[in-house]
């Protein structure tokens, strides 16, 4: 169940110009023990990164980081790394389409479109869809791999760190035994973690550039997250997969026994 964990100072590092950057472990599990914590980060990119945020990455030891963005993003926003970074870094493989990221383009979809809900049902459309694209469930089981590897800390993160790494961490919870609740606990923080104004305002200046017709009201919606989007995705999952357990299984490769490789590399107590 949630938890006041998931509203405790130590989840979030405060960064310049890094938004959402978090620690995703810590929860209890199903059956007992709990996510370790100081593995599991997530946060949304790095290209505004200042040189004080370059030491706290540098100082959390990553293994490994799983960039979700397309080629087209990281061109246009091309991250920071600290000096002597040895951390693996895994890019995406870019999709068909879209070439942006999921709210940039909803934002796209209802060009022109000042209403707030409007975007509401945009953004929700969206959801049953994301779990689904091929290079998303293939970077989320690479970031699986690199944990049941041992590989040390591993960061997965997106444009703002919200839809694409908030599905790919829902994921990694689920099939670790991570509550449903928690898990989206643990995705609605993505609303109040860090300067949640400076991330929004970052995030609008993007979204206008696409549609300079939004109002104030629907661009700060669309840098949010709403319980409806996610629960829109399970319900596609389900849909799809019957279950939970069997997106896990059929699309990611994390049947039980995979499942519990996980949990022996990511879980403690």
Known sequence: MANDQTLDD???????GIHNFRDYGGYALTGGGKLKRGLLWRSGQHAGASDADMERIAGLGLGSV???RT??????YPCRRPQGFTAEIV???DPD????APHIEAAHGFAGARDAAYVHEMMTDTYTRIAFRPELVAMTRGHAEALMQGDGPSLINCMAGKDRTGIAVAAIQLAAGVHRDDVMADYLLTNTAGDSEARIRAGMETVRGVNGDISDEAARKIMGVEADYLEAAFAAIEGRH?????????????????REKL?????EG
């Open 263 to 267: 949990r022996a590399a990511i879980a």
């Open 66 to 68: 799983f960039d979700l």
């Open 10 to 16: 130590w989840r979030v590092i405060p960064m310049q």
């Open 91 to 93: 890019y995406s493989a």
């Open 71 to 76: 080629s087209k993003e990281r061109d246009l």
């Open 242 to 258: 019957g279950s939970i357990d069997g997106w896990l299984a059929d699309a990611l490769g994390l049947d039980e026994a995979a």
């Open 97 to 100: 389409r879209p070439k942006f």
